[in-house]
């Protein structure tokens, strides 16, 4: 039997200045369903789920290459945010019209992914990517 692994979920923590924003961005216009929210006279924070995680490690080359297919140019800082979604290119007009700022289009990918890129509430640079259709053969 395998062992169990180490970590069993990665957490994004992101300090939103506008937190109503972010929350009504992510939550409701982006549409991560919440798991949780918890508010005290403290502070408040929303637990979003954003479906399987994974933690990507890129040298500075390839980050140059995927902000150069992407985009066209370097833009993204040492942390870029990417969700894996059905139709790319809508959602991001749908997020542009809602508060995110495009960077760049729905780009079709070396990897057969098209790919857009915004800056999104709370400081976060996004891609949204989604399968190309395939060409009937």
Known sequence: MPDEPT????????TATDYPQAVRFYRDVLGLPER???????GQVVILEAGRATLE????????FIDRVEVG??????IRVAFE?????????KLAANGATMIADAT???????NARLDAPAGL????????ATPPE
């Open 85 to 93: 979604v059905a139709d790319s290119a809508a959602l991001a007009h």
């Open 125 to 132: 640079q996004l891609t949204l990517f989604s399968e190309a």
């Open 7 to 14: 970590v069993r979920e990665m957490r994004l923590v992101v």
């Open 73 to 78: 140019r370097r833009v993204a800082g040492h």
């Open 108 to 114: 079709l990918t070396p990897w057969q992914d098209l």
């Open 57 to 64: 490690i890129a040298d500075p080359a390839q980050a140059e």
């Open 36 to 42: 949780a929210s918890y508010s005290s006279p403290d």
